[in-house]
T-cell receptor, first 109, second 113 residues
C-alpha cells in the first residue's frame, strides 16, 4: 500500500455543488495532514492543515480527518470554476511530508 | 507568500553537462527540500536538508547532489544531466519541528536535450 493514496480523477463537479476529495494513508504516515492546491504550471499552495480528528473549516473549505479509518477528505462548498486545479493530499512522515499523486478537479460552469 | 525564490526559472541544457539549481529563502526555516514533478508521478522527493551542512536523500536521489552552506540557500546539482532529468523542480521550506507545514517555491523548468 502506498503511504498516501488519492484517486487521480479527473473529478468533474458542476458549479455551485460540493466537491469532495478523498485521501487514505498507511501506518507510516501519522498525526498531521495537509491539502495543497496546484494550478496548471504553478507550484503547490497550502490551503488546509488538519492536526486532529474531526472537521476543520476555513471559508468554503472543510478538511476532515478520521484516524481510525485512516482517511482524510477535503470538501469544497459552492464550487467555482476558479477551484479547477489538482489537489494534493500530504501526511506527516519522518522529517518530511509524504504526498499523494493528486486529484484533478474540474468545475463545470 | 513565503519568501522563496528559485533560479533559474527555465533552463535548457545538453546531455552530459553539469547543472546547478538554486533555492533561496528569507524565512530562516530550518528544513529545505528539493522535489521533481513529472506527469504520472506526482511530487517526488530528491534530497532534503535539516540544517546547514545536514542533508539526506529522498526517494529519487540518484544522479543528484545537494549542498547547504548557509541557512538561506539550498543548491541542487545534476553532475551530468540526462534526458530523464527533464522535469519541473520545486524547492520547499518548512519549520518541520513545529508546524510541519511546507511552502513551495515557484519552480524551475529544466529541459535536457
Amino acid at each position: 500500500q502506498k503511504e498516501v493514496e488519492q484517486n487521480s480523477g479527473p473529478l468533474s463537479v458542476p458549479e455551485g455543488a460540493i466537491a469532495s476529495l478523498n485521501c487514505t494513508y498507511s501506518d507510516r504516515v501519522s498525526q498531521s495532514f495537509f491539502w495543497y492546491r496546484q494550478y496548471s504550471g504553478k507550484s503547490p499552495e497550502l490551503i488546509m492543515s488538519i492536526y486532529s480528528n474531526g472537521d476543520k473549516e476555513d471559508g468554503r473549505f472543510t478538511a476532515q480527518l478520521n484516524k481510525a479509518s485512516q482517511y482524510v477528505s477535503l470538501l469544497i462548498r459552492d464550487s467555482q470554476p476558479s477551484d479547477s486545479a489538482t489537489y494534493l493530499c500530504a501526511g506527516q512522515g519522518a522529517q518530511k511530508l509524504v504526498f499523494g499523486q493528486g486529484t484533478r478537479l474540474t468545475i463545470n460552469p | 507568500d513565503a519568501g522563496i525564490t528559485q533560479s533559474p526559472r527555465h533552463k535548457v541544457t545538453e546531455t552530459g553537462t553539469p547543472v546547478t539549481l538554486r533555492c533561496h529563502q528569507t524565512e530562516n526555516h530550518r528544513y529545505m527540500y528539493w522535489y521533481r514533478q513529472d506527469p504520472g508521478h506526482g511530487l517526488r522527493l530528491i534530497h532534503y536538508s535539516y540544517g546547514v551542512k545536514d542533508t539526506d536523500k529522498g526517494e529519487v536521489s540518484d544522479g543528484y547532489s545537494v549542498s547547504r552552506s548557509k541557512t538561506e540557500d539550498f543548491l541542487l546539482t545534476l553532475e551530468s544531466a540526462t534526458s530523464s532529468q527533464t522535469s519541473v523542480y520545486f524547492c520547499a521550506i518548512s519549520e518541520f519541528d513545529t508546524t510541519y507545514e511546507q511552502y513551495f517555491g515557484p519552480g524551475t523548468r529544466l529541459t535536457v536535450t
